[in-house]
């Protein structure tokens, strides 16, 4: 099996043949039968004049030499039968190499065709380890277009993504001439040629027959005069659509070009899929990381908010227990006050964190109940002079509607307003005001406060309601808290279905917006 095996290999790739003998070309083959027939043509012209001498004119031809017995007869008739024989064994060597040479035509058609093929091989592999050489998004879109162009040849690609709900598709990359129009353009699901081609999965070609050129949709002044698209799908899951464009007249796409595409087309989605769980696994660890190092600067507060109160009540409980005989009513009461002060403060950080462990369970259910903002909100302001001594900052209630009321859980609510409050103090200087408004709408309250402090800076808008996140969030800052509070508002907020904003300039101080969609009791 071996041997047969290689002899019909050394047949198929042109080596040596049988016995060490040189293969037999065409061109040798025909040279072969062209000797035949000159040979054999030599040979017929001298046995036929020797024939015509002999039988026509052998009154020429000495006595001697002449038919005139059985025996010359006989000698004509095997002259006539080798002349025969000479012809028969031609036409059979003539019918064994044409049969020859057209093996070796068919063999050399294969092997055309077999070479023709490696080189595709041979390309497609140079192709896959291209777009596969990297997995930053950017660079695999990008080397996508250029073999594609490369591979194909044509004017110009473009590369659309799927949505992340499945909708639409989106042009994420694109090669050619019309970059900025083309670039960022959304085509729906089903819409539009790359839209059916996403929705049916179904390579499509078009322009492959002669004709007037196609407008370019959404954009008249391109002409296509023939265009292919090929939907890219990883593990039975659409990624997007590939398309390639002619845009001259000097070639339009066949139905094997479309072929050499959905080949392309599956190392591609492939390359994308790989890039895009890349891109998603990096970017998870980056968040990850982040949330590591804000875990750490969290534990740091946490240490440094409990240490504090805690130094202070076991000092005050040792000044007491050490020199409570020689102590007036006032220096005593003075010592519970401080003891009892930064109690209240560590009962606050515990019960900031035990709320923030029930909102991430999903612990705590709501109670929806009629509050009446105006006295909530006078309560609430009363608490904070209390805490904070009163004066230091103005703290004002401006009511937008006449008896604002609102149905929802009062004690989120609370925790909502005082958070918000007690920021806007820790933020604002002396001798500021604090404003805090409520109005009630037909489908909803809002209720804002409004603090003239430092403000905060434009890149940590969308970071400042993120779990342990703190405008400052050194060991130096001048503020305590450990970075749960507007945490914790934003989400009793969307416990809600409502929503919290921020309007905030640097310097100029911030507007805390919340809104609450109004609920009935029973809803």
């Known amino acids: 099996m071996k041997l047969a095996s290689s002899a019909r290999l050394r047949e198929v790739l042109g080596r040596k043949g049988r016995a060490g003998a040189p293969e037999i070309s065409l061109d040798d083959l025909n040279k072969r039968r062209g000797q035949l027939w000159s040979m054999s043509l030599f040979w017929a012209s001298a046995l036929t004049i020797s024939l015509a001498v002999f039988s026509v004119g052998r009154n020429m031809l000495p006595e001697v030499l002449r038919f005139e017995s059985m025996g010359n007869w006989i000698l004509l008739v095997l002259l006539a039968g080798l002349m025969a024989s000479l012809l028969l064994y031609v036409a059979e060597k003539e019918s064994s190499l044409r049969r020859l040479a057209d093996q ?281 002079d209390a805490a904070h001594g009163s004066g230091q900052r103005k703290i004002l209630t401006e009511l937008r509607s006449q008896d604002p009321v609102i149905w929802c859980d009062e004690r989120a609510l609370n925790h909502i307003v005082r958070n918000l409050v007690d920021n806007a103090i820790k933020y604002s200087e002396e001798k500021t005001t604090i404003t805090i408004t409520a109005e009630q709408r037909p489908s909803e309250v809002v209720i804002t406060v409004t603090d003239e402090g430092r403000g905060i800076p434009g890149h940590l808008h969308d970071q400042i309601f993120d779990r342990f996140r703190q405008v400052d969030p050194s060991s130096t800052r001048s503020v305590g808290g450990v970075g749960l509070g507007l945490a914790i508002v934003k989400s009793l907020v969307e416990l809600h279905n409502g929503t919290i904003t921020l309007e905030s300039q640097e310097g100029k101080g911030s507007t805390f917006v919340v809104t609450i969609p109004q609920r009935s009791p029973d809803r």
Do not use: W
Request: net charge negative.
């Open 104 to 384: 070796l035509l068919e063999e050399k058609v294969r092997s055309a065709g077999l070479s023709h093929r490696l080189q595709e091989a041979a390309k497609m592999s140079e192709v896959a380890r291209a777009i596969n050489g990297s997995l930053d998004l950017p660079v695999v879109l990008d080397t996508i277009l250029e073999q594609a162009l490369d591979l194909l040849g044509g004017d110009e690609a473009s590369i659309m993504l799927l949505s992340s709900d499945g909708t639409h598709l989106e042009v994420v990359s694109y090669r050619g001439t019309a970059h900025d129009t083309v670039l960022g353009a959304r085509v729906e699901l089903g819409q539009g040629i790359s839209g059916v081609v996403a929705e049916q999965r179904t390579p499509l070609l078009l322009g492959s027959d002669p004709g007037p050129p196609v407008e370019g949709r959404g954009h008249p002044e391109r002409s296509i005069t023939s265009a292919m698209s090929c939907p890219l799908v990883r593990r039975e899951q659409l990624v997007g659509v590939l398309n390639i464009t002619q845009t001259s007249e000097n070639r339009r796409f066949i139905q094997d070009d479309l072929k050499a595409l959905g080949f392309f087309a599956e190392h591609a989605a492939i390359a994308l899929g790989n890039a895009r769980t890349f891109a998603r696994e990096r970017e998870t660890v980056t968040r990850l990381e982040e949330l590591d190092r804000l875990k750490q600067d969290f534990l740091a507060n946490v240490s440094h908010e409990l240490r504090s109160p805690l130094a202070s009540i076991i000092g005050s409980a040792k000044t007491i227990r050490r020199n409570s005989d020689r102590m007036t009513t006032d220096d005593l009461f003075s010592f519970i006050d401080v003891i009892d002060r930064q109690g209240q403060r560590l009962l606050g950080l515990v019960e900031e964190l035990l709320t923030s462990s029930g909102v991430e369970s999903g612990g705590i259910k709501l109670q929806r109940t009629r509050i009446e903002l105006a006295s909530f909100i006078d309560d609430i302001v009363a608490d904070m």
